[in-house]
T-cell receptor, first 117, second 116 residues
């Protein structure tokens, strides 16, 4: 149980275009989902907290107009990278908690490798 | 503000030998600690957590971790490592709801290589 599906797993796009990444909780409902960016030196950076039915909460330094997050239902959150640039190339990972409570573990999608040419 | 330190960027061990991946943390109030493993081009998989109770926590794939409050540590251990344990390991901490530390923070990760 507690499966998070992320799609696509890899995407290559040209500079200036937009890319949408989907994150679905397959067997549970997620009021909150989290979007992370993983840099080449391995560290995970929390980008934003996606809240079902309301606006996402962005971390300091993350451009909300560039990284659009929509949490339209209890099982789906999307991250759209708008007007992508090569520096946006990275590994993006979503996650969610299957159980209520901040001390329950996060379940992660398999990530999306974005390459902007 | 909360933080997690994984002092070793890499750990190399021979198959069959004990494996230890170190983690220390800083958080206000009681910590809630987690270990995750990541295989190449994949998301993170949950291994184990400490919330309360016994300081020794057992998790998936034969891993365990020991919570040490006085040393603010939560080291991951496996008595006998396998080649298939080679991966990237993350320690994470969150504090109590309502505090400033309730978000999950990850360490920088430790790459474990187990040689045959």
């Amino acid at each position: 149980g507690a499966v998070v599906s992320q799609h696509p797993s890899r995407v290559i796009c040209k500079s200036g275009t937009s890319v949408k990444i989907e994150c679905r909780s397959l067997d549970f409902q997620a009021t909150t989902m989290f979007w992370y960016r993983q840099f080449p030196k391995k560290s995970l950076m929390l980008m934003a907290t996606s809240n079902e039915g309301s606006k996402a909460t962005y971390e300091q330094g993350v451009e909300k107009d560039k990284f659009l997050i929509n949490h339209a239902s209890l099982t789906l959150s999307t991250l759209t990278v708008t007007s992508a640039h090569p520096e946006d190339s990275s590994f993006y990972i979503c996650s969610a908690r299957a159980l209520q409570g901040y001390n329950s573990p996060l379940h992660f999608g398999n990530g999306t490798r974005l390459t902007v040419t | 503000a909360q933080s997690v330190a994984q002092p070793e960027d890499q750990v190399n061990v021979a198959e069959g030998n004990p494996l230890t991946v170190k983690c220390t943390y800083s958080v206000s109030g009681n910590p809630y600690l987690f270990w995750y493993v990541q295989y190449p081009n994949r998301g993170l998989q949950f291994l184990l957590k400490y919330i309360t109770g016994d300081n020794l926590v057992k998790g998936s794939y034969g891993f365990e971790a020991e919570f040490n409050k006085s040393q603010t540590s939560f080291h991951l251990k496996k008595p006998s490592a396998l080649v298939s344990d080679s991966a990237l390991y993350f320690c994470a901490v969150t504090g109590e709801w309502g505090s400033n530390d309730y978000k999950l923070s990850f360490g920088a990760g430790t790459t474990v290589t187990v040689r045959a």
